[in-house]
């Protein structure tokens, strides 16, 4: 127990070093290159958004791991701070976690999800024609947003992390 603190204070005091550093050279800890190659956890995070819509898409704007993963840069101290609380995180599992299942990080962070992230972007559900398939499925979504059905990612569940390529299945 003693040791998980002792980690878990190291992580904290890493993350409050990097807030600082972050301040000064935000970029490099920001790249998807970082967050998904320096940790082999989230090697196939990395992998599966790489093959997604948002890691690669005909029009040529990449949907970075920390659009979804963190609040809006644009809420500039609760980006940071959610960051380094996150980060901090991430090192204490990285040190005292054997074994990483991805299934079940899949399903914890599913779980507290939210629609705002994906409307950050998608503010527009209801701009295509009234009878065409997206404003059918997404009317109901926006008059009862809080339902079950109304979450984003039960419709759209590949969308982040595309984990139905054959390289994943086992
Ligand atoms: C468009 C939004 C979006 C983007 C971009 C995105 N994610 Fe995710 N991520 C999700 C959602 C939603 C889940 C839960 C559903 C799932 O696992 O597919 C998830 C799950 C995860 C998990 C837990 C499961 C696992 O595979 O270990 C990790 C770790 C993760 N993402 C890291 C990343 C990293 C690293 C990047 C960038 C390389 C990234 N994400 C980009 C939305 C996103
Ligand atoms: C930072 C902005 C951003 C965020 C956050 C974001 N997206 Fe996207 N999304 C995009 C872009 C850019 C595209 C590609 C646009 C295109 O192909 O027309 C896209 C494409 C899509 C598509 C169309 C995919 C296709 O293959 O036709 C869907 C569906 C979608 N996003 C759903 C979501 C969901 C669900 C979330 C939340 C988990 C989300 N997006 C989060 C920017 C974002
Ligand atoms: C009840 C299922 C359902 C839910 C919930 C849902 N969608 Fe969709 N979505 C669809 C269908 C069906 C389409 C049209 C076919 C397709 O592109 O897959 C679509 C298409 C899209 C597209 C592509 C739009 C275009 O013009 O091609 C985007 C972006 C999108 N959804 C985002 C979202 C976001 C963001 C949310 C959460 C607020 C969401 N969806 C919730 C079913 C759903």
Request: proline share 4%; aromatic share 12%.
């Amino acid at each position: 127990m003693k040791k998980r603190i002792l980690i878990f204070i190291a992580g904290a005091i890493f993350a409050l070093i990097c807030f600082i550093t972050i301040n000064i050279t935000m970029k490099p800890f920001s790249t998807n290159d970082f967050c998904g190659s320096k940790c082999h956890f989230m090697n196939t995070a990395y992998q599966t958004w790489e093959l997604s819509t948002h890691g690669s898409n005909n029009i040529g704007y990449t949907v970075d791991c920390i659009d979804c993963h963190l609040p809006p840069k644009d809420k500039y101290f609760t980006h940071l701070i959610v960051k380094g609380y996150k980060g901090a995180k991430d090192i204490y599992k990285f040190y005292t976690l054997d074994d990483y299942d991805v299934g079940e990080m899949s399903k914890f962070v599913t779980e507290h999800f939210t629609n705002a992230t994906c409307l950050n972007c998608h503010d527009n559900l209801l701009a295509k024609p009234a009878n065409s398939a997206v404003q059918k499925a997404h009317r109901p979504v926006l008059i009862d947003p809080d339902s079950p059905e109304s979450k984003c990612i039960t419709c759209h569940e590949n969308i982040s992390h595309q984990r139905t390529s054959k390289l994943f299945e086992e």
